[in-house]
């Protein structure tokens, strides 16, 4: 395993501990014990090697969308949103099933490409994507609506599909779009007012200016924090998709630099896959399926990590995105557990497949290469 992608994991979960334990510590028991399993699914996944993945991309992408379409008939929302549905609920526990079509998707458009190559194959993956990126729309779920786009696009780029072509297809989905916008507005009021009350702060009603509040915590936290006892004062959210700033309160600016440090390195362990993989010769299938998996898993955390921290920086509108791995909430935190696993299996296998001269040097802070079978997982 990467020891700069494990580096990474424990920095997140840990301040997500520390974040809840400020904003609801009666919740710490159960957030802690979720803590354990994901890092537990981590190091089972990662112990797979990306062909596996790959062969069972078209099944999980389908149960995805089978998911989503019970969410549409059976779904239910929260006390604070009941107009939505976002939730399958079954005895005992809640699962977000649009956390699970983002993994879906990787593993299903890095299978496809793996499998199929790139050459003509745009009108197949859009379809994959649309089907994805709608049924997640009328939950109506906006913000993971886009980030799931964009990982489509993102998956295709890294399979090989050109820039023009991904922007020829962003502009025909856009014109196609147009006519049903203002339709799909209508019918969620909440979308139209979350963008008015970013561009005109006023308009937001008393007491929930949750965005101000988030700021309130990362002034008083300074540069070192206020700790997890500090006395501050409770806002909506503020140990789910605003606990970036609950951080900052507690463990002040050095928290949040640790934070965005710690999204830095899975960027470049994804990285470095894919530098690795235009090094191996010839590129095989199993290859190119990893480099894509590695993109895809990397863009599922840092895409969305950066969209939670420019909502609370207030750049960007309220959506609703639970911080990858920071966050108090299962479905995030377990498959971006999974996303990490990705990296991790998908970095050992194009160092396996290096010449032998490169894989005699590995640079500091990289796991060491496995003699040929000495992992029997493999």
């Given at each position: 395993?990467?020891?700069?992608?494990?580096?990474?994991?424990?920095?997140?979960?840990?301040?997500?501990?520390?974040?809840?334990?400020?904003?609801?510590?009666?919740?710490?028991?159960d957030?802690?014990?979720?803590?354990?399993?994901?890092?537990?699914?981590?190091?089972a996944?990662?112990?797979?090697?990306?062909?596996?993945?790959?062969?069972?991309?078209?099944?999980?992408?389908?149960?995805?969308?089978?998911?989503?379409?019970?969410?549409?008939?059976f779904?239910?929302?929260?006390?604070?949103?009941p107009?939505?549905?976002?939730?399958?609920?079954?005895?005992?526990?809640?699962?977000?099933?649009?956390?699970?079509?983002?993994?879906?998707?990787?593993?299903?458009?890095?299978?496809?490409?793996?499998?199929?190559?790139?050459?003509h194959?745009?009108?197949?993956?859009?379809?994959?994507?649309?089907?994805?990126?709608?049924?997640?729309?009328?939950?109506?779920?906006?913000?993971?609506?886009?980030?799931?786009?964009?990982?489509?696009?993102?998956l295709?780029?890294?399979?090989?599909?050109?820039?023009?072509?991904?922007?020829?297809?962003?502009?025909?989905?856009?014109?196609?779009?147009?006519?049903?916008?203002?339709?799909?507005?209508?019918?969620?009021?909440?979308?139209?007012a979350?963008?008015?009350?970013?561009?005109?702060?006023?308009?937001?009603q008393?007491?929930?200016?949750?965005?101000?509040?988030?700021?309130?915590?990362?002034?008083?936290?300074?540069?070192w924090?206020?700790?997890?006892?500090?006395?501050?004062?409770?806002?909506?959210?503020?140990?789910?998709?605003?606990?970036a700033?609950?951080?900052?309160?507690?463990?002040?600016?050095?928290?949040?630099?640790?934070?965005?440090?710690?999204?830095?390195?899975?960027v470049?362990?994804?990285?470095?896959?894919?530098?690795?993989?235009?090094?191996?010769?010839?590129?095989?299938?199993?290859?190119?399926?990893?480099?894509i998996?590695?993109?895809?898993?990397?863009?599922?955390v840092?895409?969305?990590?950066?969209v939670?921290?420019?909502?609370?920086?207030?750049?960007?509108?309220?959506?609703?995105?639970?911080?990858?791995?920071?966050?108090?909430?299962?479905?995030?935190?377990?498959?971006m557990?999974?996303?990490?696993?990705?990296?991790?299996?998908?970095?050992?296998?194009?160092?396996?497949?290096?010449?032998?001269?490169?894989?005699?040097?590995?640079?500091?802070?990289?796991?060491?290469?496995?003699?040929t079978?000495?992992?029997?997982?493999?």
């Amino acid at each position: 395993m990467s020891l700069n992608l494990v580096l990474a994991q424990v920095i997140l979960l840990m301040l997500g501990l520390i974040g809840v334990a400020t904003a609801a510590p009666d919740m710490i028991p159960d957030h802690a014990s979720k803590v354990v399993i994901a890092l537990l699914v981590t190091f089972a996944l990662s112990r797979l090697r990306p062909r596996a993945f790959l062969s069972m991309g078209t099944f999980v992408w389908a149960v995805t969308l089978i998911l989503l379409v019970l969410v549409l008939v059976f779904g239910v929302g929260t006390e604070l949103s009941p107009g939505v549905k976002r939730w399958l609920r079954i005895p005992g526990f809640q699962f977000q099933p649009s956390e699970f079509a983002k993994l879906g998707l990787i593993l299903q458009l890095a299978s496809f490409f793996a499998r199929r190559g790139v050459q003509h194959k745009l009108l197949s993956a859009t379809v994959m994507i649309g089907l994805s990126t709608v049924l997640v729309l009328l939950e109506p779920d906006l913000g993971s609506t886009v980030l799931i786009f964009a990982l489509g696009l993102v998956l295709m780029y890294a399979a090989g599909v050109k820039l023009n072509n991904i922007g020829g297809l962003l502009l025909g989905i856009g014109l196609m779009a147009l006519p049903f916008v203002s339709v799909y507005l209508e019918r969620h009021p909440y979308i139209l007012a979350r963008f008015q009350t970013h561009t005109q702060p006023g308009a937001a009603q008393v007491g929930l200016d949750q965005i101000g509040k988030a700021h309130r915590d990362l002034n008083y936290g300074g540069f070192w924090g206020q700790g997890p006892d500090g006395p501050r004062y409770p806002y909506f959210a503020d140990h789910t998709d605003a606990v970036a700033a609950t951080v900052g309160f507690s463990n002040g600016l050095l928290g949040v630099t640790m934070m965005i440090f710690a999204y830095w390195l899975v960027v470049s362990a994804a990285l470095q896959v894919a530098e690795t993989a235009s090094r191996v010769r010839p590129m095989t299938p199993q290859i190119h399926g990893a480099s894509i998996l590695a993109t895809g898993a990397m863009f599922m955390v840092v895409g969305q990590a950066f969209v939670n921290l420019a909502v609370v920086a207030g750049l960007f509108p309220v959506t609703g995105v639970p911080l990858p791995l920071v966050s108090y909430g299962f479905s995030s935190m377990l498959t971006m557990s999974a996303a990490l696993a990705l990296i991790h299996s998908a970095l050992r296998e194009v160092r396996r497949h290096l010449p032998q001269e490169e894989t005699s040097e590995v640079k500091p802070g990289e796991e060491a290469e496995l003699p040929t079978g000495a992992a029997a997982s493999d």
